[in-house]
């Protein structure tokens, strides 16, 4: 029980779809029936706007954070990146939302706000960039990922924190995966463009 009851928390906190919630409770709108279908906070922007957008990348991350705060709360051994880690996957494959969840980078992020926020500023600042260059969330995303890799490696080899770049590795080939179809749609030239920024 020691193990079991933190390890289900966290994979209940990052099962939340916010998405979801925000989207029926508020707009009475079911996102998953709307834009690309998933329940990640690029498709709530698309569907719902930038205020619930917002609501949603917040909450998203705090799923995260939370997950992995989690040995503050409850004595436990286990490494508190794993907790985070398991958010993750509970966002990816949420069990109240018939384990069809979003593409881990604000959850990814979350973790990051927990452990280690200088990465998460950093994060922040590269995403932001990012978009205002290439106006696309996914290769965003992806190139988010890579410089996180890369900062992981840079701190691990100064620090010795390897479980925080084994995570950081994890996580990075998550959203990699989680956007192959965007891939194939950047290759393709048709992946949509934010108009935003």
Not at 168 to 180: S, T
Request: glycine content about 8%; proline content about 4%; charged content about 10%.
């Amino acid at each position: 029980m020691e193990i079991l009851l933190p390890v289900l928390l966290a994979y209940l906190l990052g099962s939340i779809p916010s998405a979801l919630w925000i989207g029926k409770i508020f707009y009475n709108t079911d996102v998953r029936t709307k834009g690309s279908g998933n329940l990640g906070a690029t498709n709530t922007f698309r569907v719902l706007g930038s205020t619930a957008g917002l609501i949603v990348t917040v909450l998203d991350i705090l799923k995260g954070t939370a997950a992995t705060l989690i040995p503050l709360y409850i004595d436990t051994n286990i490494h508190p990146l794993v907790f985070g880690l398991i958010a993750v996957v509970g966002h990816m494959y949420p069990v109240f939302a018939k384990f069809k969840g979003g593409k881990a980078v604000a959850t990814s992020g979350g973790i990051l706000l927990g452990y280690q926020w200088p990465l998460f500023i950093v994060a922040v600042a590269v995403l932001l960039l990012a978009l205002k260059i290439t106006k696309m969330v996914s290769l965003s995303s992806m190139i988010l990922a890579a410089v996180a890799v890369i900062y992981a490696i840079i701190y691990a080899v100064n620090t010795g924190d390897y479980p925080f770049l084994a995570v950081i590795l994890v996580l990075a080939a998550f959203i990699f995966y989680r956007h192959r179809a965007n891939i194939a749609r950047i290759r393709a030239g048709t992946e949509p463009k934010i108009k935003f920024m």
